[in-house]
């Protein structure tokens, strides 16, 4: 059964959102600033951290290997 999420999001988290998604999806930050309207790029970096943080948070995900290497 398909349902359907009426909860009214604050414009905030759809920027938000929107912002990651294009950083996810290989937009650059530059691009991405400019469509935010941030005067600095430093504004726009915060999206680009949580990037960061969830490309290593994948990485752990990965099993250690234990190679003896002659």
Same mark, same amino acid.
Not at 30 to 54: F, N, P, Q, W
């Given at each position: 059964?398909?349902?359907?999420i009426?909860?009214?999001?604050?414009? &905030?988290? @759809?920027r938000h !959102?929107n912002a990651?998604?294009?950083? @996810? $999806?290989? =937009?650059?930050?530059y !691009?991405v600033?400019?469509?935010?309207g &941030?005067? @600095?790029?430093? !504004? !726009?970096e915060?999206y =680009?951290?949580?990037?960061d943080?969830?490309m290593? @948070? =994948? =990485?752990n995900?990965?099993p250690?290997l $234990?190679?003896d290497?002659?």
């Amino acid at each position: 059964m398909l349902s359907i999420i009426t909860k009214h999001l604050p414009s &905030h988290c @759809e920027r938000h !959102t929107n912002a990651v998604l294009l950083l @996810e $999806n290989g =937009a650059d930050i530059y !691009t991405v600033s400019k469509r935010l309207g &941030h005067r @600095e790029i430093r !504004t !726009t970096e915060i999206y =680009a951290k949580i990037i960061d943080k969830k490309m290593k @948070e =994948a =990485a752990n995900l990965l099993p250690k290997l $234990n190679l003896d290497l002659l």
